[in-house]
């Protein structure tokens, strides 16, 4: 499966992948990251030294303050572990309605990081806590042995300065990953299941929680191709095809920033070296939001934003 057949799955539907109204700003701060997760497609962990610097930091900053966007997504690795990022934060915070800060929850339990939480509270940052499972044993074989009972702590303070309560204003999002070569289970009724597990066993309530298919990129696709389940699983993700999805792909309405500051549709395209505009161009650049209808560089790991529900 390559490209190819991506671009043949839309053209069987009439379809065409192409961007609409950029809304969102996804900043990507660089691969350095305390966990190796055996799902991440961007093969962050320890041992990566990528980092956004602080020009860039600025660049970033600047594009922000020049053009509308309504949300603005810091994702990496870990983005935690910037320097900047309290900077970021309180200079990104007035500039668009939404800012979310993506976080592995234990990074944001490290001492370093304790003036944080309180920093989000502070400009209403949305919170979006990557949990794959509901116990130790499933969330510790694909992100590490310790995770769990650091997530749940975490996640405990964040309860307690108000993410995730009702009417606090404070966002708590959850993100849940299958642990293995298989697409999750339906939203609805996972959520049901994290609500019911984590309440009765913890005490520990969230806002919202979405479940996405592993995107097979990095370290996750490695791990297919070691464990011979790459053509099955990519076999399962074109039979899911959801021609629904198209309109409502991130794709369509986010322009995404490497740590070095250039610019992709999405950061699976980034994660896959597919330039926006298919071209490097930085951030410093961009003067203007891209033009609708110009085309999304796509290969076949588009198949996983496209299967069932979506990733949007």
Known sequence: ?????????????????????????????????????RHCHLEAGPARTEMMDEETVSAVIQCARRLPFNTIDITGGAPELLPFLPHMIESLAPLAPHL??????????????????????????????????????QTESQRGSGVWATSLSMLKELNRIGYGVEGSGLQLDLISNPAGAFLPAGQAQTERRYRQDLQRRHGIVFTNLYTFANVPLGRFRAWLEQSGNLDSYLKKLSGSFNS???????????????????????DFNLAAGLHHGERRIHISELKQLPACGTAVPVGDHCYACTAGSGFT
């Open 1 to 37: 499966m390559n490209t190819c057949d991506f671009k043949k799955e839309l053209e069987r539907h009439n379809l065409q992948l192409t961007r609409a109204e950029t809304t969102a700003l996804q900043v990507n701060i660089g691969l350095a990251c305390d966990l190796a997760c």
């Open 100 to 137: 979310i800060v993506r976080t592995n929850l234990v990074s944001l339990a490290r001492p370093e990081s304790k003036l944080l939480p309180e920093l989000y509270r502070h400009h209403k940052v949305i919170i979006s806590a990557s949990l794959p499972a509901t116990n130790a044993s």
């Open 244 to 266: 629904c999805t198209v309109a409502g792909l991130m794709c369509r309405s986010q322009i995404s920033v490497d740590w070095n500051g250039f610019l992709y549709d999405c």
